[in-house]
């Protein structure tokens, strides 16, 4: 049987990113390992790439997260200081109810929680504590805290505490040794509390990067998210070394005077059985008026305006399109089965309503642009502006039963009212089933040069000279660069503090830098948000998601590009 291990953290790490996590994966199936679990600190960010990457290389994934509870309330802001403004606490979802309240609590740390983390509070997690297994964390957790000031009387009512919310089959006292010495006093400790309480021990090791040679390029990323040098003595630090993905046998070296959490660390891989379901949409609902169905009142509509688009249902003359009536309705009527064969009535619905709100209240919008300008039946929504049939534009091109993906409708509204039409979609579909999408930015190859220089405290100029060595081009590694450029290569072959830092520089290349909102994109979701995907805040205060837009809709989530084009506010005012 293989060891199974329980975490994987992403703050702070070198896991960060879909191919450092790729990366995480399969050394874990190098090293026979069947489970994986991922806990990242209070966010969710890596679940989908995670579950994608550990199916891959046949590692159950285990799917978790590492949530900062608060104290007292999670709306306190200012009650609580120092070391105790928050403790750390593992949840895994046992199940796919446990996934749902998993994204629950770690979006009432964003919405509603925070304060300089993400915080929930106690009564968070007993409304939601249904499908989750509860550990108590590290070093930082509650329990492990009491514990190494020698409040064992606290750190008691503390554990008792969490086996009050989770139930005692759910919760399991934590064991860790990242050769770190407080963590041998807190481990004895733990094994008398475990027998004075009748709570499960489990085993585990906090991985925030692959491999043991890995710490000296944490230590830099450390430096870079911390605004640190590394030369810096009161900085970050994660000491001991052993924060990589150790095997079977060096954990049960490491845990040998407790075989039972050895033990347990499988049977609770064993439990947890979380499923996501890709390709499947999930479109809100459009309420039609009374006496249509969906289907009826979007015929209806395209009906409507095929005879308003086109004069030669009004008798009248038609310069540019010189198709019979016939034609027309027949096109008419081929998109409109399509598209209902293929599911995507309430889309067309949804997409027509909030355009038609937007030219019903002044607020510019483009005439279309991309695939969709080859429906007709935009055409008669209004969607679009620009004649399909004019220009002998595909439909097929935009949709069809061959390539089953949802239509992609990007639409440009005046810069200025944009978000007067992202807030009618929250009014009419509910604020929790609307939000704004997450994007991320990454430490690309020029970009990652000049920080770990900074770490390293090299001189600007130095730094400057081999970055401006990188070619300019979007899709530009360091390695490639070395390829393009000899006389990098050189330089990296010849100078030893070159080489460190191209060295430590690639290991890094890639990770996410920092998280923003996406320009455009909005997802409208038939339930609250958080019941499908985990939410955060953007720098604004504005509500995201924690997927970006590509695993949105791997999802099945409708995703909307509103798109805020200044021309369109210039061409308006010029009117």
């Given at each position: ?14 896991l960060?990113?879909?191919s450092?996590?790729k ?26 790439d ?36 928050y ?40 409304e ?9 964390a ?15 009387e606290?750190?008691?009512e ?20 990242h ?82 959490a ?11 059985n ?34 308003k ?56 919008v ?6 969709a ?7 008669c ?25 949802m239509?992609?409708?990007d ?48 001189p ?11 070619p ?16 990098l ?15 430590m ?6 990770l ?23 939410l ?6 504005s ?16 995703k ?10 210039v ?5």
């Amino acid at each position: 049987m293989a060891f199974t291990h329980l975490h994987v953290h992403t703050e702070y790490s070198l896991l960060d990113g879909s191919s450092k996590i790729k990366e995480i994966t399969k050394r874990a199936k190098e090293l026979g390992m069947d489970s994986l679990a991922i806990t990242d600190h209070g966010v969710m960010y890596g679940v989908i790439d995670f579950y994608r990457a550990a199916l891959d290389n046949g590692i159950k994934p285990i799917i978790g997260c590492e949530v900062y509870v608060a104290p007292g309330s999670r709306f306190d802001k200012e009650a609580n200081a120092g070391d105790d403004r928050y403790y750390h606490l593992i949840l895994l979802a046992e199940n796919n109810r446990g996934y749902e309240n998993l994204c629950k609590i770690v979006s009432k740390g964003f919405v509603e929680g925070f304060y300089y983390k993400p915080r929930v509070d106690y009564e968070v997690l007993r409304e939601v504590s249904e499908g989750l297994i509860c550990l108590s964390a590290c070093l930082a957790g509650e329990v492990q805290r009491f514990l190494n000031r020698g409040e064992y009387e606290k750190a008691k009512e503390a554990a008792l505490r969490h086996v009050d919310i989770f139930g005692k089959d759910n919760y399991f006292l934590e064991l860790q040794d990242h050769g770190i010495l407080e963590q041998q006093s807190v481990n004895q400790q733990l094994l008398r509390l475990s027998e004075e309480l009748g709570v499960e021990l489990v085993c585990t090791n906090d991985v925030h990067y692959t491999y043991a040679e890995d710490a000296e390029a944490h230590d830099i990323l450390l430096c870079i998210q911390t605004g640190k040098k590394k030369a810096d003595e009161d900085r970050m630090r994660y000491e001991g070394g052993q924060f990589y993905l150790k095997s079977e046998e060096e954990m049960a070296e490491l845990f040998k005077f407790a075989p039972q959490a050895l033990e347990n660390t499988h049977k609770i891989a064993e439990r947890c059985n979380v499923t996501f379901e890709f390709g499947k949409t999930k479109l809100p609902n459009y309420e039609v008026p009374e006496g249509y169905t969906a289907w009826t009142y979007l015929k209806e509509l395209c009906e409507q305006g095929l005879c308003k688009r086109y004069p030669v249902f009004r008798g009248e003359k038609d310069e540019h399109c010189k198709l019979s009536k016939e034609q027309l309705w027949d096109r008419l009527e081929y998109e409109l089965n399509t598209i209902k064969t293929m599911g995507y009535v309430e889309y067309f619905l949804i997409v027509w309503d909030f355009i038609h709100y937007a030219k019903s209240h002044g607020i510019a919008v483009g005439p279309g642009r991309g695939s969709a300008a080859g429906s007709i039946v935009s055409y008669c929504l209004e969607i679009t502006d620009i004649e399909p049939m004019r220009y002998n534009l595909l439909f097929e091109r935009f949709l069809n039963p061959e390539r089953v993906s949802m239509p992609d409708i990007d639409v440009d509204f005046c810069i200025e009212r944009r978000q007067e039409v992202i807030d009618y979609v929250g009014r009419k579909y509910g604020k929790d089933h609307v939000a704004q999408i997450v994007t991320f930015g990454t430490l690309k190859a020029k970009g990652v040069i000049r920080d770990v220089a900074r770490v390293l405290d090299m001189p600007y100029a130095q730094a400057d000279s081999i970055a401006k060595m990188i070619p300019n081009d979007l899709h530009m590694t360091l390695e490639l660069a070395m390829k393009q450029n000899k006389e990098l290569k050189t330089l990296y072959d010849t100078d030893p503090e070159v080489k460190y830092l191209m060295d430590m520089s690639m290991r890094l290349e890639g990770l996410p830098r920092h998280a923003s909102m996406h320009a455009a994109g909005v997802v409208i979701c038939a339930k609250p948000v958080d019941e499908y995907v985990p939410l955060s805040r953007a720098a604004d205060g504005s509500i995201t998601t924690q997927y970006i837009m590509t695993t949105l809709e791997e999802l099945g989530l409708l995703k909307m590009d509103f798109l805020g084009l200044r021309n369109l506010t210039v061409i308006q005012n010029t009117q």
